[in-house]
């Protein structure tokens, strides 16, 4: 599971604990593309709503 935070119109969305991999090469974390998918659509859903 990883942390991290977009910006997004002058927001910024944290973002915790969701699946991530982690790439064999390099050793960084990624997403795939349906998590990004429902990453994108949280995080707009919070801006549109203006979470805190």
Do not use: H
Request: hydrophobic residues 40%.
């Amino acid at each position: 599971m990883g942390n991290n935070w977009l910006e997004r119109d002058e927001c910024i969305i944290l973002l915790k604990k969701f699946p991530s991999e982690i790439c064999d090469n390099f050793g960084e974390y990624y997403l795939s593309d349906a998590v990004t998918e429902k990453v994108l659509e949280k995080a707009e859903l919070a801006v549109n709503n203006r979470a805190e």
